[in-house]
């Protein structure tokens, strides 16, 4: 199994321009997660999703939007970059929110210049 | 939001010492959870606790659930440099409508001097 695969691992974004972050499950998960990680701010969620076709705001959704149209996907997309979203992102997946804990791919880096 | 205070922020030590790390909040939870993140990779669950008191193994790493459900604790045995990484407490709260999230500790970085 695969796990959760993120696309692309790097990015580099001149401000303004858009992107999507695709992340893929093969876990038949219910609950996707995205999140950013910045130095010494540990990982911060920037949207959820509970199952296929509902999404969330987490702690720090300004700036992103996301769309969970097929259970195994689960998009993020900024639509104007900005410096500040410079970090490196994370999707986790979960088979429950609360006991089972979450599967995490491996990062996308992005750089915002 | 829950906070959950993770302590030391980073540690330097010689290979073959023990490790102790800690995770406190002012909110009780009812699962804590350790993950580990190596360079370059997302994080790796280690050990749940999902009971006051527990006290949890895996291998070298032992976990504990403080009795006051506020708190957590890691330990490390005998160190060796495959265990450099970044350790993340975290602790699922519940957001409405039947649904849990992950929050996660800032994390403590393990840097294991050879």
């Known amino acids: 199994n695969a796990g959760v695969t993120q696309t692309p691992k790097f990015r580099v974004l001149k401000t303004g321009q858009s992107m999507t972050l695709l992340c893929a499950q093969d876990m038949n998960h219910e609950y996707m997660y995205w999140y950013r990680q910045d130095p010494g701010m540990g990982l911060r969620l920037i949207h959820y999703s509970v199952g296929e076709g509902t999404t969330a705001k987490g702690e720090v959704p300004d700036g992103y939007n996301v769309s969970r149209l097929k259970k195994q996907n689960f998009l993020l997309g900024l639509e104007s970059a900005a410096p500040s979203q410079t970090s490196v992102y994370f999707c986790?997946?979960?088979?429950?929110?609360?006991?089972?804990?979450?599967?995490f791919g491996s990062g996308t880096r992005l750089t915002v210049v | 939001g829950q906070q959950l205070n993770q302590s030391p922020q980073s540690m330097f030590i010689q290979e073959g010492e023990d490790v102790s790390m800690n995770c406190t909040s002012s909110?009780?939870?009812?699962?804590w959870l350790w993950y580990k993140q190596d360079p370059g990779e997302g994080p790796v669950l280690l050990i749940a606790l999902y009971k006051a008191g527990e006290l949890t193994s895996n291998g070298r790493l032992t976990a504990q659930f403080g009795i006051t459900r506020k708190d957590s604790f890691l330990n490390i045995s005998a160190s060796i440099p495959s265990d450099v990484g970044i350790y993340f407490c975290?602790?699922?709260?519940?957001?409405?409508?039947?649904?849990?999230?992950?929050?996660f500790g800032k994390g403590t970085k393990l840097s294991v001097i050879p």
């Open positions: 975290a602790a699922p709260t519940y957001s409405g409508a039947g649904s849990y999230q992950l929050t």
């Open positions: 909110s009780i939870f009812n699962t």
């Open positions: 986790a997946s979960s088979f429950s929110g609360r006991f089972y804990g979450y599967t």
